[in-house]
Every structure is written in structure tokens, then in C-alpha cells.
């Protein structure tokens, strides 16, 4: 497990999607600062900004770059048959993966989520919003992960899912909302920080009851990703 998760971490994640990550971490802080152009207080103002900014934007961009290269982009390059034809359990191979993306995940948002709330000028909301960072990266890592593991245009996949499915669908229907990690993560954060009220979306989890869901998310995501994986086949050079 530990050479799986150490080879997620080095080989799945090249400097160019470090760089990325340092680009969001700084785009958190940016967002913190949004918070003071609001004539308002900071507490409201920064849960504003981070229900659409920091949950509905960098969290799922963010995760979905290292979600995407723990797994989907190993099997587009075909890289990923090394560890195919390794004599590791699929299941070991789908948690050290998923264990090193989260690991890096959550080191920088939860952090730069945290941040960004002391930098709006509101420290109260800093552990919510790292809590509900963490839960939502970990299912996203998970999520991307499996979706990886479904299909060969993980990318484009995973970008309908937040755009289209959860950006479009989820603010209109309730119902896929309780699917969504941004909803779910973002509930985690109303949840548990002082925000206005018409923030809290009615008719799903929140609180640490969202932190319930995402759990059930992530074993269900990793479950499928299993599965999947369980059942690749090498049918020619391509593959």
C-alpha cells in the first residue's frame, strides 16, 4: 500500500499539476480578499463568496486535476498496465491511489480554504471551511477516481459531471443536489458556519450529517472503481 500510494503521489502527479495547485491555493486567498468588496459584514460576505467561488469552482477544478491523474490519465498514457499485471489486489491499487490524491488534496485545500476565510476577516468560519474542504476533496478524489476508471475520456466526463450535472442540474433539482460533492461539501460548510440564511439549501444534508453523505459517496465511488478495474482487458497495443 505504501509503495501505491508513494507512486500516486510522484508519478501520477508531475510538476506541471503541482504548479497547478499552487496556482489554486493562490486563487483561494484571491477569494478570500473578494470578501472585503462587499459593503457587508465579513462572516456573510465570505460565505457568499465561498458557496460560489471556493466550493462551486476551486474545489471541483482543483480535485479533478488530481483525481484525473492518480488514474485516468495513467490509463490513457497506458502506464497503468504495470500495475495491471502487478501481482496487487485491485483493491489495494484503487485505495493507494485514491489514499495519495486524497492525501494531496486535502494538504492544499484545506489549508488554502482555511486561509482564505482568516484573510476575508472571518476566523470563526476558518475550521468549518476546512472540514467541509476535506470531506468534499476526499469524495471528489474518489469520484474522479471512478470515473476514471469507467471510461478512457475521464476529462471530459468528469467536466460534464461538474459543469452540467451538478452545476446546471444540481441548482435546479434537489434530488441530484444530494449526489453532488460541491452541494453536499457546501452544505457541510452552512452547516456548521455562521451564514446567511438564504444560503442553506432545504431538502439535503448538512451540518455533519453532509459529512455523512460524502462518506457514503466516496465507499460507493471507490466500490465502482474496484469493479471496473477488476474487469479491464488487454486486447491490443493500445491498451
Known sequence: ??????????????????????????????????????????EAA????ASAGLFGLVLPLATLVIGDGVLGADIRRGTFAYSWLSPVPMLTLVLGRWLGGSATAVTVMAPAFALSAVVAGAPDAAA??????????VA?????????????RSTLVSLLWVFLF?????????????LSPTWESRAV????????????????????????????????????????????????PAD
Open 128 to 137: 468549518p471551511a476546512a472540514l467541509a474542504a476535506t470531506t468534499g476533496a
Open 140 to 152: 471528489y478524489v474518489a469520484l474522479f477516481v471512478a470515473i476514471g476508471a469507467v471510461t478512457r
Open 46 to 49: 465570505f460565505a457568499r463568496v
Open 1 to 42: 500500500m505504501t509503495a501505491v500510494i508513494s507512486y500516486a503521489v510522484r508519478a501520477c502527479l508531475p510538476s506541471r499539476r503541482w504548479t497547478g495547485l499552487v496556482i489554486v491555493f493562490g486563487a483561494c486567498l484571491a477569494f478570500g480578499l473578494l470578501a472585503h468588496v462587499p459593503d457587508s459584514g465579513r
Open 189 to 236: 460548510f452552512t452547516g456548521l458556519a455562521a451564514v446567511p440564511a438564504d444560503l442553506v439549501r432545504r431538502g439535503i444534508p448538512s451540518g455533519w450529517s453532509a459529512v455523512g453523505r460524502l462518506c457514503v459517496m466516496t465507499i460507493v465511488a471507490l466500490a465502482v472503481a474496484t469493479w471496473r478495474l477488476g474487469r479491464l482487458r488487454l486486447t491490443g
Open 166 to 178: 451538478e452545476r446546471l442540474l444540481g441548482t435546479a433539482l434537489t434530488g441530484i443536489a444530494q
